[in-house]
């Protein structure tokens, strides 16, 4: 696959990148070894309507380092679209891959985000899965409004520390909003917003089993678990089906003529 950042397919107005978690891996090392930082997006359906419908965030997805697609209707429109080599990235999954290689490439990690306890068990249970890893910083922030966040002051604690990764664990779309706030400030720190990720790891909330994860049935997984943000998920879970549709019967046109 080409390793070239901005290669990517449009849904509507986003455009997220044609990835997966080897390619993914690949452009965050370039860019690291560059200094050349930028901002991930892990996109899903609700983000991806999300950005479709509020210009603001729309920016913020496409003028990212990598807006990878997490969820399996966002892989079957770019393969509808002819982008065989994509693949679904979610958080946790691109987390694992870079905590992996974390030691070998000298990778270090700050975490901000979610609840006091979650922030503990999840830096417990890191230091029990890779040994030696380099936690510059962790911390449960106050839930706030982001204009309430200081921006000034964690940039400059960030800039002190320098760690490789920020990991931004607030939420959709609050933690896209503060990395692209945070990233031109930064001298050589990439930002990441991971959502549940962090509960995750912290085994405070469980994922769902690798074959819901394979068939497209996480986000059901995840409701069932949370059924308090059903009623905020039928909207965009509505929306992102009939793009999958219109992707197929694109496909079958196109078939069809050639």
Request: hydrophobic fraction near 40%.
């Amino acid at each position: 696959m080409n390793t070239e950042k901005g290669k990517r397919f449009k849904i509507q107005n986003i455009a997220i990148s044609v990835t997966n978690i080897p390619h993914a891996l690949t452009v965050i090392e370039q860019a690291v070894t560059n200094n050349k930082p930028g901002y991930i997006c892990v996109t899903n359906a609700r983000t991806v309507h999300l950005a479709n419908h509020n210009g603001e965030y729309c920016r913020i997805q496409n003028n990212s380092l990598l807006t990878v697609p997490d969820g399996a209707p966002l892989v079957w429109i770019a393969r509808n679209k002819g982008f065989k080599d994509v693949g679904k990235v979610s958080g946790k999954d691109l987390m694992d891959a870079l905590f992996a290689v974390s030691a070998e490439k000298g990778f270090s990690h700050y975490f901000y985000g979610s609840t006091s306890y979650t922030i503990t068990q999840l830096t417990s249970n890191l230091q029990k899965l890779y040994p030696g890893i380099q936690i510059k910083g962790a911390v449960s922030p106050p839930f706030q409004a982001l204009d309430e966040f200081d921006i000034d002051e964690l940039v400059k604690e960030l800039n002190q520390l320098q760690p490789t990764f920020f990991w931004c664990g607030l939420g959709a779309p609050k933690q896209e909003r503060l990395n692209a706030l945070l990233q031109p400030k930064l001298n050589s720190t990439i930002c990441v917003g991971v959502g549940l990720a962090f509960e995750y790891i912290a085994g405070t909330v469980k994922r769902a089993p690798k074959w819901m994860q394979k068939t497209g049935l996480e986000w059901l997984f995840r409701l069932l678990q949370q059924p308090k943000n059903i009623s905020r998920a039928i909207v965009p879970l509505s929306w992102i089906f009939i793009q999958l549709i219109k992707s197929i019967l694109s496909k079958k046109k196109w078939l069809k003529n050639h």
